[in-house]
């Protein structure tokens, strides 16, 4: 019993004894025995035990800072631990953490228990992907992945990742920070590898309304619920049993059907406070969402690592195709932008390293980079191919744009194709009609079209022309101040009214068929006049342009006018209020047009390009470059897919909207091409020229189908009617034929 109390005191005293025997190897007075075999001996000082207690006092505060920061310590791992080496791994294997999932906000019990799962299913999600293709074991790309390290999150965001990264300077370690507040879902990512002086923190996923992809997959349930609602009604059943049968998949098949109903009355989904009932398979669905998410990215990362260290290939370009494709269509749109999400941060990071690098003396690492930056962006060309197919056109040009952001000016000795917005040279993607927009076809095919009239009587030429959205008004006017409303099946004169001093240039009409915007032009200045369409009253007279203003749309909000000269600007006719000017032309603009959903602006310059604005922010997109001469006239296809472009060149050119790649060229024209314009069925293409023609061309195919003579001077302007059975067409001959199928 002694000796075991004597071993017992002596394990307990162990920790002061090493801590003493620490504080006497610190002293000067201390000497260590030489190689010879001396013993350890004190020097005579007096101030020993003075320093001694000094020592003490020291080693006390040192102790009481390491037991505050392992207070605070987040992980269930020891610092010796997360260091700890492999020997039979050749390099230090990339360690990847997830931190816990951040919930805030007023949930029901039930979906924060869902929410609460999601962590874990992450957590194993993430641990079997990383198991299959980045496997500690293996000695090219090891990931060692340290699920559920995470104890507690007593210090948030970057105050943690400073704490680690000050731990762990030379240990290369990515975190994975998800949260959700409220409706919103964020994940944050923080970054170091080996050589970095500073970790990045920035979030990969920011703000991503994850509720609307959980509604989407409770209507999902709902419609497969209704196929067996219908047979078990056609089977007898009573309707109270089906519905019970049915649980909650019959609450929100009623919800659903209602929602449809009054947004066909014109009441958005978004007024109105819908309770779709939420379950596991909805919730399912946003966890594959972000673990697909979260496996692409964290794989890049690991192939970015291997690959500027050890000049490993990526491993990724063979995995993304095959796992967003495992995907199901209803959620691949969400899918698809969360990842593009992240490529945009690989990108940046890769940008930065690329810097570094060439600004460093180690010439070895820019070639490994540039493959990766090669083989990331090809990728990415094949990855944009599948998302144009579900994203809308608008967020792929955006994605462009962004990726563009991420590339500094010169990253690398040559800059990656796909980053640049004339892509003529690479393959270029074939039409393909949207189906919707394909059926039924148009009745304006050559040579089905005659002339059905012809309007006379224009002062000089008629400058522009519109019809209204009931198929029944022509709205014309010619280089004199009024503007003429005539019945479009017959060409009979319904009201004229005249506008003020000043010839008209040009004219727009809002879709709902309320607003006219006019341009005139005096000898000292251009200005434009918005009227309403009925009343024939002014509504707002707009004026800024210092220059001849040469072109005019309304937005299809019906609030929002964009004006074209040396300068675009974008107005609020409700106000008069200017809200942006959009300067990026070196010379005068010819034509605007919009995308049908109103968020693209398309112009057309004097300078040979033509450019893609995001018209809510006023931001470019992107430049599209390939005529030869001034580029005159622009009109986006029914669908958005495509943009025409006809220049003094010739020619009529087709350019792929979301890749802004080159489609076709159209040639057949002997002189400028002046106008453009699609059916409503996006299947047939015109065109109007100096030549004074109109050419008709089938879009998919490129080949000419008719060629429409008449006028006796230049062909300045074309409008086909909502319903695809009327063409008018505007000249410098004085006149306004209209075409009519046959």
């Given at each position: 019993?002694?000796?075991?109390?004597?071993?017992?005191?002596?394990?307990?005293?162990?920790?002061?004894?090493?801590?003493?025997?620490?504080?006497?190897?610190?002293?000067?007075?201390?000497?260590?025995?030489?190689?010879?075999?001396?013993?350890?001996?004190?020097?005579?000082?007096?101030?020993?035990?003075?320093?001694?207690?000094?020592?003490?006092?020291?080693?006390?505060?040192?102790?009481?800072?390491?037991?505050?920061?392992?207070?605070?310590?987040?992980?269930?791992?020891?610092?010796?631990?997360?260091?700890?080496?492999?020997?039979?791994?050749?390099?230090?294997?990339?360690?990847?953490?997830?931190?816990?999932?951040?919930?805030?906000?007023?949930?029901?019990?039930?979906?924060?228990?869902?929410?609460?799962?999601?962590?874990?299913?992450?957590?194993?999600?993430?641990?079997?992907?990383?198991?299959?293709?980045?496997?500690?074991?293996?000695?090219?790309r090891p990931v060692e992945f340290l699920s559920g390290a995470w104890v507690h999150h007593s210090l948030r965001y970057e105050a943690q990742i400073k704490a680690l990264f000050e731990q762990f300077p030379s240990q290369p370690i990515l975190i994975l920070e998800p949260e959700i507040i409220g409706e919103e879902l964020s994940l944050h990512m923080a970054y170091?590898?080996?050589?970095?002086?500073?970790?990045?923190?920035?979030?990969?996923?920011?703000?991503?309304?994850?509720?609307?992809?959980?509604?989407?997959?409770?209507?999902?349930?709902?419609?497969?619920?209704?196929?067996?609602?219908?047979?078990?009604?056609?089977?007898?059943?009573?309707?109270?049993?089906?519905?019970?049968?049915?649980?909650?998949?019959?609450?929100?098949?009623?919800?659903?059907?209602?929602?449809?109903?009054?947004?066909?009355?014109?009441?958005?989904?978004?007024?109105?406070?819908?309770?779709?009932?939420?379950?596991?398979?909805?919730?399912?669905?946003?966890?594959?969402?972000?673990?697909?998410?979260?496996?692409?990215?964290?794989?890049?990362?690991?192939?970015?690592?291997?690959?500027?260290?050890?000049?490993?290939?990526?491993?990724l370009p063979d995995l993304v195709a095959p796992l967003l494709r495992s995907v199901e269509q209803p959620f691949q749109r969400s899918l698809y932008d969360l990842v593009l999400c992240g490529y945009r941060h690989l990108l940046r990071n890769l940008s930065m390293a690329s810097v570094r690098n060439q600004a460093s003396d180690r010439a070895s690492m820019p070639t490994p980079l540039t493959a990766w930056f090669t083989a990331c962006l090809a990728q990415?060309?094949?990855?944009?191919?599948?998302?144009?197919?579900?994203?809308?056109?608008?967020?792929?040009?955006?994605?462009?744009?962004?990726?563009?952001?991420?590339?500094?000016?010169?990253?690398?000795?040559?800059?990656?194709?796909?980053?640049?917005?004339?892509?003529?040279?690479?393959?270029?993607?074939?039409?393909?009609?949207?189906?919707?927009?394909?059926?039924?076809?148009?009745?304006?095919?050559?040579?089905?079209?005659?002339?059905?009239?012809?309007?006379?009587?224009?002062?000089?030429?008629?400058?522009?022309?519109?019809?209204?959205?009931?198929?029944?008004?022509?709205?014309?006017?010619?280089?004199?101040?009024?503007?003429?409303?005539?019945?479009?099946?017959?060409?009979?004169?319904?009201?004229?009214?005249?506008?003020?001093?000043?010839?008209?240039?040009?004219?727009?009409?809002?879709?709902?068929?309320?607003?006219?915007?006019?341009?005139?032009?005096?000898?000292?200045?251009?200005?434009?006049?918005?009227?309403?369409?009925?009343?024939?009253?002014?509504?707002?007279?707009?004026?800024?342009?210092?220059?001849?203003?040469?072109?005019?749309?309304?937005?299809?909000?019906?609030?929002?006018?964009?004006?074209?000269?040396?300068?675009?600007?974008?107005?609020?006719?409700?106000?008069?209020?200017?809200?942006?000017?959009?300067?990026?032309?070196?010379?005068?603009?010819?034509?605007?047009?919009?995308?049908?959903?109103?968020?693209?602006?398309?112009?057309?310059?004097?300078?040979?390009?033509?450019?893609?604005?995001?018209?809510?922010?006023?931001?470019?997109?992107?430049?599209?470059?390939?005529?030869?001469?001034?580029?005159?006239?622009?009109?986006?296809?029914?669908?958005?897919?495509?943009?025409?472009?006809?220049?003094?060149?010739?020619?009529?050119?087709?350019?792929?909207?979301?890749?802004?790649?080159?489609?076709?060229?159209?040639?057949?024209?002997?002189?400028?091409?002046?106008?453009?314009?699609?059916?409503?069925?996006?299947?047939?293409?015109?065109?109007?020229?100096?030549?004074?023609?109109?050419?008709?061309?089938?879009?998919?195919?490129?080949?000419?189908?008719?060629?429409?003579?008449?006028?006796?001077?230049?062909?300045?302007?074309?409008?086909?009617?909502?319903?695809?059975?009327?063409?008018?067409?505007?000249?410098?001959?004085?006149?306004?034929?209209?075409?009519?199928?046959?």
């Amino acid at each position: 019993m002694q000796l075991e109390l004597f071993l017992k005191l002596l394990l307990q005293g162990l920790p002061a004894i090493a801590e003493f025997l620490t504080v006497l190897q610190l002293l000067p007075g201390y000497q260590q025995a030489s190689e010879e075999g001396k013993t350890k001996q004190w020097v005579d000082n007096r101030e020993t035990p003075l320093q001694v207690a000094k020592y003490q006092r020291e080693t006390e505060l040192l102790r009481l800072e390491r037991q505050k920061e392992l207070e605070h310590w987040s992980l269930g791992l020891l610092p010796a631990q997360l260091t700890a080496v492999n020997s039979w791994l050749e390099t230090t294997p990339l360690k990847v953490l997830l931190a816990p999932l951040q919930i805030n906000g007023e949930f029901d019990v039930s979906v924060r228990q869902h929410l609460s799962i999601l962590e874990r299913q992450l957590g194993q999600g993430l641990a079997e992907f990383l198991q299959q293709h980045y496997s500690l074991q293996d000695r090219d790309r090891p990931v060692e992945f340290l699920s559920g390290a995470w104890v507690h999150h007593s210090l948030r965001y970057e105050a943690q990742i400073k704490a680690l990264f000050e731990q762990f300077p030379s240990q290369p370690i990515l975190i994975l920070e998800p949260e959700i507040i409220g409706e919103e879902l964020s994940l944050h990512m923080a970054y170091w590898g080996f050589g970095q002086k500073q970790y990045t923190y920035h979030s990969v996923i920011a703000h991503f309304n994850y509720q609307q992809l959980l509604i989407a997959a409770a209507k999902r349930r709902a419609l497969d619920w209704k196929d067996t609602a219908d047979k078990l009604l056609a089977a007898g059943e009573l309707p109270e049993l089906v519905n019970q049968l049915g649980g909650d998949n019959a609450i929100n098949l009623e919800l659903l059907q209602k929602e449809t109903k009054w947004q066909s009355l014109g009441i958005h989904a978004s007024t109105l406070s819908l309770q779709y009932h939420l379950n596991a398979k909805d919730f399912a669905a946003l966890v594959q969402v972000l673990l697909l998410s979260c496996c692409i990215f964290v794989a890049g990362m690991a192939d970015y690592y291997y690959l500027s260290r050890s000049g490993i290939s990526p491993f990724l370009p063979d995995l993304v195709a095959p796992l967003l494709r495992s995907v199901e269509q209803p959620f691949q749109r969400s899918l698809y932008d969360l990842v593009l999400c992240g490529y945009r941060h690989l990108l940046r990071n890769l940008s930065m390293a690329s810097v570094r690098n060439q600004a460093s003396d180690r010439a070895s690492m820019p070639t490994p980079l540039t493959a990766w930056f090669t083989a990331c962006l090809a990728q990415l060309e094949a990855l944009l191919a599948e998302a144009s197919q579900v994203l809308s056109a608008e967020r792929v040009i955006e994605v462009f744009a962004t990726f563009r952001e991420a590339v500094p000016s010169k990253p690398m000795q040559q800059r990656p194709a796909i980053l640049l917005p004339s892509m003529a040279a690479q393959a270029a993607p074939s039409v393909r009609l949207h189906p919707a927009i394909a059926a039924p076809s148009s009745p304006l095919n050559f040579p089905s079209l005659f002339l059905a009239y012809t309007l006379s009587g224009y002062a000089g030429k008629a400058a522009a022309i519109a019809v209204s959205s009931d198929n029944q008004v022509l709205l014309s006017a010619g280089n004199d101040q009024s503007i003429q409303l005539r019945h479009l099946q017959t060409g009979e004169l319904l009201q004229s009214f005249a506008s003020h001093s000043g010839r008209i240039l040009t004219l727009a009409l809002s879709t709902d068929g309320q607003l006219l915007g006019s341009v005139h032009r005096t000898s000292s200045h251009s200005y434009i006049r918005v009227w309403k369409v009925k009343t024939r009253k002014l509504q707002c007279t707009l004026t800024g342009h210092n220059k001849s203003i040469r072109c005019l749309a309304i937005a299809p909000d019906n609030t929002t006018l964009i004006s074209g000269g040396q300068k675009i600007k974008i107005w609020d006719i409700r106000t008069g209020e200017l809200q942006h000017t959009l300067s990026g032309h070196t010379k005068l603009v010819y034509a605007v047009a919009l995308s049908p959903d109103g968020r693209i602006l398309a112009s057309s310059s004097a300078d040979k390009t033509v450019r893609l604005w995001h018209l809510p922010t006023g931001k470019p997109l992107y430049t599209l470059a390939g005529h030869q001469d001034w580029v005159k006239a622009i009109a986006f296809s029914p669908d958005g897919q495509f943009l025409a472009s006809g220049s003094d060149d010739n020619t009529i050119k087709l350019w792929h909207v979301a890749s802004g790649q080159l489609v076709r060229t159209f040639t057949g024209h002997s002189d400028w091409v002046l106008a453009v314009t699609f059916s409503p069925d996006g299947q047939t293409l015109f065109s109007g020229s100096k030549d004074q023609t109109i050419k008709l061309w089938h879009l998919e195919t490129g080949n000419l189908l008719g060629t429409l003579s008449g006028h006796r001077k230049w062909v300045h302007s074309l409008v086909v009617s909502p319903d695809g059975h009327t063409l008018a067409s505007g000249s410098d001959d004085n006149t306004i034929r209209i075409w009519r199928a046959a």
